[in-house]
């Protein structure tokens, strides 16, 4: 909204009002206000949600080996980080651009659903809270619509990267194409020209090869959008770890979006341009205030959990983002955390049917996601269960895991950005 007034003000020369046509102005301007709004209203809600009693009613210390009850602690935390999203980015960014307006869908969707599976824990006393095929059903209906969107919008389009030779030289120069136009590829790491094209993982289909891609791609957009919200719903189990790690994935893609919208930086880096997605740092900036505002009240101890509000919508963030600017398989590198949460769920779950179906008690890990591995004390295993993985001996303080796995995903995001070079 303020974009478009001062843009308005700029045609009479009044002082100042061309500064909001910068990208970076708006952007950390959107950060330092997202951040001074989960600080500030973060406080006022957490008092309110003391004062209704919507608090944490599933964690008690019979679960920590630090003896730390977490009963009591404010839940639904969630709704502080999406405030602290919209209002800058409704305040400073085009409001026209469709990218902009798939991310705040994206927000506000994810943001209910985690938000109605929190109500039914807390109000209805139902620590399952919604139901699993309800939770698949909504994100699998947000992904289906950005991928449709995506698909169907004229607004969405990219100048794709071409690496020509230099007349009378032998170094190759990349160029783009002259006109932006709907294109199936999406950047692939460590791969020469670092493009994919759905297209031509259905080239059997002949003359229905292009349809067919887009409905590829669409299936590929519902998928990442399920799995990376619930790698981050799972990741949220100890203080400050999903938002930390989320506000570290943030800052990479906010980064991918500003050099995707940049003609020359997309041109040294080999990578499609992507007219447009500079709003996307206008976003990510709020995205990362928010969380590191959050991180104010979440740190050990907590204040406050963002519950599946937070972390379903923070996932969803992460994923409709990378998907917006074509980086979609950089996921599994950049939310490698997420990835291995998920998978130590599945693999413990499989192993233990495995073991069940043949009369043995068995898992792989002490317990999962593989965060709770790592403070589960060897006097709180089962004696009769046969574990693959007894390690650490004794339990590791939930502030030091935390720490860790920001510093693994720290150095996941400086390897993602790497793979930009290494092809």
């Not at 950005?146 to 389009?157: C, E, I, N, R």
């Not at 104010?296 to 963030?317: C, E, H, K, R």
């Amino acid at each position: 909204m303020l974009y478009y007034l001062f843009r308005f003000l700029e045609q009479f020369s009044i002082s100042g009002a061309h500064i909001w046509g910068y990208i970076s102005f708006r952007s950390l301007l959107a950060m330092i206000l997202s951040l001074v709004i989960s600080a500030w209203f973060g406080e006022k809600f957490i008092r309110f949600l003391k004062r209704k009693q919507i608090t944490e009613v599933q964690r008690d210390k019979s679960i920590d080996p630090f003896g730390v009850n977490k009963i009591g602690v404010p839940s639904m935390g969630g709704i502080i980080i999406i405030v602290a999203i919209l209002v800058p980015v409704l305040l400073l960014g085009r409001l026209r651009n469709v990218y902009l307006l798939l991310m705040i869908a994206t927000t506000v969707w994810l943001g209910f659903l985690g938000g109605m599976d929190d109500f039914i824990k807390i109000f209805r006393h139902n620590k399952e809270g919604l139901k699993g095929k309800y939770k698949i059903v909504g994100q699998v209906g947000l992904g289906l619509i950005v991928g449709l969107v995506l698909w169907a919008s004229p607004d969405v389009k990219i100048n794709e990267n071409l690496t020509v030779k230099r007349e009378n030289r032998t170094e190759m120069v990349v160029k783009h194409r002259s006109q932006a136009r709907k294109s199936l590829k999406t950047t692939i790491p460590f791969v020469k020209g670092h493009n994919l094209d759905y297209s031509r993982l259905t080239a059997f289909m002949g003359p229905y090869k292009t349809a067919a891609g887009w409905i590829l791609f669409v299936v590929m957009t519902i998928v990442v959008v399920t799995a990376v919200s619930n790698g981050a719903n799972l990741n949220d189990g100890m203080d400050g770890m999903c938002a930390g790690n989320s506000a570290i994935i943030g800052v990479v893609l906010g980064i991918l979006a500003y050099v995707s919208s940049h003609v020359q930086f997309a041109a040294y880096l080999n990578i499609m341009y992507i007219p447009g997605s500079q709003e996307l740092v206008v976003f990510f900036c709020a995205f990362i205030g928010a969380l590191i505002g959050f991180l104010w009240y979440n740190a050990y101890p907590a204040q406050v959990f963002m519950g599946d509000t937070g972390s379903l919508t923070i996932g969803g963030i992460i994923a409709v983002g990378a998907i917006i600017i074509h980086k979609e398989l950089l996921l599994p590198i950049l939310c490698g955390i997420f990835f291995v949460e998920s998978l130590s769920v599945i693999l413990q779950v499989y192993y233990y049917k495995l073991g069940k179906r043949h009369g043995v008690k068995q898992r792989i890990f002490k317990r999962t996601p593989i965060h709770d591995n790592f403070r589960t004390q060897d006097s709180q295993l089962d004696p009769d269960c046969r574990y693959v993985f007894r390690k650490p001996k004794g339990a590791v303080h939930e502030s030091k895991i935390t720490i860790r796995f920001w510093i693994v995903t720290i150095i996941l995001a400086a390897l993602t950005i790497i793979t930009l070079k290494i092809r």
